[in-house]
């Protein structure tokens, strides 16, 4: 954990380059000090079926969900999704001039119980750094 899903419209594909997009969130969610690097996910999930607002086809969203596991304070959750807004924000600035696009970003804090998880890839950032 922490885990960064983007979702959204397909049509904006169009206008952007959505690894370049996961790239600036990945990246600065890795340089939150409250969000350890070896859990950190970051994927993107294109929606083709959608309706925004009054269902215009130029109507694009993102949504971006920060999902984290419990025991930080509100003051440190608040910190990381300001920060993580801004980016996501920034990113845009050049699109929101000239198109139709609603941003969002939450926070989800999972139940620690009921939650199964494994993973090794901190043994091997271990042993990559090591090197």
């Known amino acids: 954990m922490p885990h960064l899903t983007i979702e959204y419209s397909q049509n904006i ?22 969000l350890p690097l070896g859990g950190l996910r970051t994927r993107a999930a294109p929606r083709k079926d959608f309706l925004i607002a009054d269902g215009h086809q130029s109507n694009t969203f ?9 025991g930080r304070s509100d003051t440190v959750k608040k910190d990381a999704g300001e920060l993580l807004f ?9 699109f929101w001039q000239s198109d139709p696009i609603a941003l969002s970003f939450e926070i989800q804090e999972l ?12 043994e091997h950032m ?3 750094s090591e090197a």
């Not at 993102?62 to 419990?70: K, Q």
């Not at 801004?86 to 050049?94: D, G, I, N, R």
């Not at 139940?111 to 901190?122: P, T, V």
């Open 13 to 34: 594909e169009k206008n952007i380059n959505v690894s370049d997009l996961v790239r600036v969130m990945h990246d600065t969610a890795a340089g939150i000090d409250a």
């Open 86 to 94: 801004t980016a996501l924000s920034k990113f845009f600035e050049p």
């Open 126 to 128: 271990k042993v990559r």
């Open 111 to 122: 139940d620690a119980e009921l939650r199964w998880k494994k993973s090794n890839i901190r």
């Open 62 to 70: 993102v949504n971006v969900a920060l999902r984290i596991a419990p």
